[in-house]
């Protein structure tokens, strides 16, 4: 399993981007249980609100089953000093669209794979689906990991040595996580993802 990094400085962060390709043979009996996170799921604002989010009309496993390997995209960021909680969240969501954005791109060049967004999908303020309307933006609009049952915790931890920090109320984390990817299919042979 090839692994690969990079860490980039911005105004008002540093980027740490990790990349790793990993078999859905090892992936998905180590890392993904779709009861137990679509319990999770249930509990969140998101479910039934989010065309991202489950309940989905098919079963992710099936999803799962239809690729050989997840080409993972983590990004670390760590926020200069003196940032704030809300600034911290702002430079997150910045860097969720910025992946996202890259994630579709690659997504173009690999025929038959299929983004996995990193969280739930933010491309509307409002998702029509609550007001049951279709996706405004089913081009861009892809799952997370979480979202298929996948344990992006144990994923990070297992392939990458990695934890991740969750936010307190209140707090500015010392780093936020993002974790996307890219599901290839069987037989692709193109070059690296990172």
Known sequence: MERNAE???????????????????????????????????KACPSYGTRWSCPPHDYDPMDLWARYE????????????????RDR??????????????ELLALEGKVPGSLVLSAGNCQLCRFCGRSRGEPCCHPEKMRPSIEALGGDVSRTLEHYLGRSIQWTKPGETPQYLTLAGGLLIPGGWRGGGHG
């Open 7 to 41: 860490r980039m400085k911005k105004e008002d962060c540093t980027l740490e981007r990790l990349v790793t390709t990993i078999p859905l043979a090892d992936y998905v009996p180590r890392c993904v249980d779709v009861p137990k996170f679509l319990a999770y799921c």
């Open 69 to 84: 390997a997840l080409s993972l995209v983590v990004l670390v960021i760590t926020p200069h000093p003196g940032i704030g």
């Open 88 to 101: 911290a969240l702002d430079i997150l969501a910045r860097e969720k669209n910025t992946l996202l954005e």
